[in-house]
């Protein structure tokens, strides 16, 4: 349980994205809202009872919590970064 909120304080390392703002990044939306749907869905869990199908998702939406946090915060940095440097790079003077 520390380590949920340990990952926090690693966010500002991990987002490695030069683009600081959600409004222009599409792809930053759509995993913010996947993130908030594991939340409740982390809420839902942690009042139920500690029976097979409730612990399996339990189990499933702990490891996407923290697959967030350290696979797709730095992967979408990367992609738009890269994005940026082929629109940059493309422009005609």
Known sequence: ????????????????????????????????????ANLLILLWIGGQHVEEPFN???QLSTAFYFVYFLFFIPLIGFIENTLLDISLTNKVP
């Not at 683009?19 to 809202?33: D, E, G, N, Q, V």
């Open 1 to 36: 349980m520390f380590s949920a909120i340990l990952i926090l304080l690693l966010l500002p390392i991990l987002d490695t994205s030069r683009i600081r703002s959600s409004a222009f990044s599409p792809l930053r939306k759509l995993f913010f809202w996947l993130f908030v």
């Open 56 to 58: 399996t998702v339990g």
